[in-house]
């Protein structure tokens, strides 16, 4: 019914920068919110960020500063500039968006396949 397709991991050095891309594609009514999760090698999945259709965004404490989320609604599209990479950031980057599909009417938690970012030392 509906995916997420994450694009943009990559190998780069500390102090480097990335920036991930995520498109929802589907039955999609409407998606609110949409965000970004992270899985590191032996821990637990995280909660990034995350912006609402209006735009209010949350970032956990460890990326204030450094990440920043964005969307475009009008191509269901969500971003993640990643500045000043550390190496604890390396991790497995997913999309997450909880989607009102045209079909159903009710709230669908969607989730991308993941995109690998390395940062290196």
């Known amino acids: 019914q509906v995916q997420l397709v994450e694009s943009g991991g990559g190998l780069v050095q500390a102090g480097g920068s990335l920036k991930l891309s995520c498109a929802a594609s589907?039955?999609?009514?409407?998606?609110?919110?949409m965000g970004w999760y992270r899985q590191a090698p032996g821990k637990q999945r995280e909660l990034v960020a995350f912006?609402?259709?209006?735009?209010?965004?949350n970032y956990v404490d460890s990326v204030k500063g450094r990440f920043t989320i964005s969307r475009d609604n009008a191509k269901n599209m969500v971003y993640l500039q990643m500045n000043s990479l550390k190496p604890e950031d390396t991790a497995v980057y997913y999309c997450n968006a909880q989607v009102v599909t045209t079909t159903s009417g009710k709230y669908l938690e969607v989730w991308g396949q993941g995109t690998l970012v390395t940062v290196s030392s």
């Open positions: 589907g039955n999609i009514f409407s998606i609110n919110p």
């Open positions: 912006i609402t259709s209006g735009g209010m965004t």
